[in-house]
């Protein structure tokens, strides 16, 4: 992720070049429709845009209407171990998806986006793993990556092979791919297949 200061660096410099920039910072699902809204509004497509949202708003309602509160627990993995472990805490699209599915976020109790231990994870021992790290055909997959750290077979979410290797495209980005992202998240807790919203 770029920090506020790249971000300024970077909007500085192409309107230094004369070029018009729009920021988006989303953060929240909110944030992703006021983005989508703001980006119509833009290019003159303000109906698109509303009924996109409205598609979004949808979808997320149905799978939030069918979700069981399980009571359950969910880690999500933005940043592996080699790089250091990053998570999502509340204030966070990743952490609304975990509600929306019955899930609770292990992390709930930070905030955005934070920087966190091994010693963390081990602790909170969550119920289901949500890592978004790229496989590029070499070594472990992500997931037997996470099931052969030292200790972390411990985990309920090791024992009971309830780790998710989720598309990095579809959430960790705060657009209209947080729909597949949620779906695939519900059908991964479920076993259901999500029907898309009439």
């Keep these: 992720m770029a920090t506020m200061a790249q971000t300024v660096e970077q909007v500085e410099a192409l309107e230094n070049a004369g070029i018009k920039v729009v920021v988006s910072d989303a953060q929240d699902i909110e944030g992703v429709y006021y983005a989508i809204r703001m980006i119509g509004a833009l290019m003159g497509k303000d109906a698109e845009a509303e009924a996109l949202a409205a598609d979004m708003q949808a979808v997320f309602a149905d799978i939030a209407a069918n979700a069981e509160n399980t009571g359950k627990t969910v880690y999500f993995e933005v940043s592996p171990l080699q790089w250091g472990l990053w998570t999502a805490g509340k204030n966070t699209f990743m952490d609304?998806?975990?509600?929306?599915?019955?899930?609770?976020?292990?992390?709930?109790?930070?905030?955005?986006?934070?920087?966190?231990?091994?010693?963390?994870?081990?602790e909170r021992d969550p119920d289901y793993i949500v890592t978004i790290t790229m496989y590029y055909g070499e070594g472990p997959t992500?997931?037997?990556?996470?099931?052969?750290?030292?200790?972390?077979?411990?985990?309920?979410?090791?024992?009971?092979?309830?780790?998710?290797?989720?598309?990095?495209?579809?959430?960790?980005?705060?657009?209209?791919?947080?729909?597949?992202?949620?779906?695939?998240?519900?059908?991964?807790?479920?076993?259901?297949?999500?029907?898309p919203a009439a």
């Design 96 to 122: 609304e998806l975990a509600s929306m599915c019955g899930l609770t976020n292990a992390f709930a109790d930070l905030d955005g986006w934070a920087a966190i231990s091994e010693e963390q994870v081990l």
């Design 142 to 195: 992500p997931v037997e990556e996470i099931k052969g750290r030292a200790g972390w077979d411990a985990l309920k979410a090791v024992q009971n092979d309830d780790i998710l290797n989720a598309d990095s495209n579809e959430i960790s980005r705060p657009g209209p791919r947080l729909v597949d992202a949620a779906e695939t998240l519900y059908t991964f807790v479920s076993g259901d297949a999500q029907e």
